[in-house]
Every structure is written in C-alpha cells, then in structure tokens.
C-alpha cells in the first residue's frame, strides 16, 4: 500500500491550503512500509508542517488577543507576576512549556485529528469545526481533575482558538505555539504567585 496525500482530481499546486486526506492504495507488497505507517500517523495528529504560520493575519490576530486578555484578567484579579528567580524553574516550564506540548499533541493532535478524518468538515458557529468544538468540551472537561469549575470554564474559549488554528493550518505547530504563548503570558503576568504557592 502506498499514500496519496493530494486531494482527487486536484494537484496540491493548484490549491495549497485545500483539506488533504491520507487515501491508501494498493501495491504490490500488500502492507504498509514503516515510513508509510509513520507518515499516516504524522498525518493524523497533524505533525506535519503544510504553510508557514507566523505570518498569516488570523494567527496574528489570535496571537494579539493573548495580551489584551491578560490586562483585562489583571483588572479582576490581583497583580502577582512571577518573581525573577522562577521564570527557569520546573513550576514554571511545566506550565508555560510542558504543558502546553502535552495537552496539543493529545487533544488538538489525537482527538481533534481523529475526529477530523471520521467526521465532515463542515463549519458550524463562527466557522468552528465540529470536532474542534467536541474537543474544546473535551479539553474543559479535563480541566475540571485539577481546577475548579470556572477555571475550567474560562479554558474552554482559549481552546477553540487552539483548535480553530489546528483546522487552519492542518498541524498540531500553531496551536502549541500559541497555547505556549497564552501560558507563558498569563503566568508570568498574573498567576506567578499563585503557581509558586500552589507547588
């Protein structure tokens, strides 16, 4: 078997930013090489880079959103950025870097990709996909094992903005790029004192 990543009946030449579907075919071995198992799984999660993001406006604009919601956040709550000594901690990576990683390589790559290949494509609100609004639900739901009920609730919106860039750009990059961003923002600027006291 062998993989054909274009689209049928169009060249990915003539339209770049068109949904590609892994479509196995039949060779003559009867069974899948290891590079071709490897590329259809890297398919499925999105690993796979398919056009540069950090230049494109949605992005930017998603990306911009990150520090108007923290100074909002900083009127309600109180001002506790990180102190000094704690930006290399483990504390701290751990939710600014590790995170993030884990959490978009889990739902926005496994769940929301295997969502995407089984289910249509169709848009609903605001042009959120189904399996991206299913995964959002998911990801707060998630949250709830370790935060309280707002908290989980107050993700649920970040979530969609990871998983609508995930449908954008077909890969898991942008959405860790800027779940790693909105982490590391938030916790430097308002949960520093917080995440010290809490570990």
């Known amino acids: 078997m062998r993989l054909n ?4 009946g169009m060249s990915l030449q003539q339209n770049p930013h068109s949904v590609c579907m892994v479509e196995v075919q039949e060779a003559s071995s009867g069974a899948l090489s290891l590079p071709s198992r490897l590329a259809s799984v890297l398919a499925l999660i999105g690993l796979q ?6 230049r494109d406006s949605a992005f930017l604009l998603l990306l911009a959103l990150g520090p108007m919601v923290w100074l909002s956040l ?3 709550f109180a001002f ?4 000094r000594h704690a930006i290399w901690s483990t504390a701290f990576l751990s939710v600014a870097l590790w995170q993030p990683v884990f959490e978009e390589l889990l739902f926005r790559g496994i769940v929301q990709g295997y969502l995407l290949q089984s289910m249509a494509r169709q848009k609903t609100w605001l042009g959120l996909s189904i399996p991206n609004l299913m995964t959002s639900v998911l990801f707060s739901l998630a949250h709830l094992a370790s935060h309280s009920i707002s908290w989980s609730l107050l993700v649920f919106v970040p979530s969609l903005c990871f998983g609508f860039v995930r449908d954008r750009f077909e890969s ?3 959405s860790i790029a800027l779940h790693v961003f909105y982490n590391t923002g938030y916790f430097f600027l308002i949960g520093g004192a917080t995440l010290l006291n809490s570990r």
């Open 5 to 8: 990543f274009a689209k049928s």
């Open 49 to 54: 880079l398919n056009r540069p993001f950090h």
């Open 74 to 76: 900083i009127g309600l």
């Open 80 to 83: 506790q950025p990180l102190p």
């Open 172 to 174: 898991v990059y942008p």
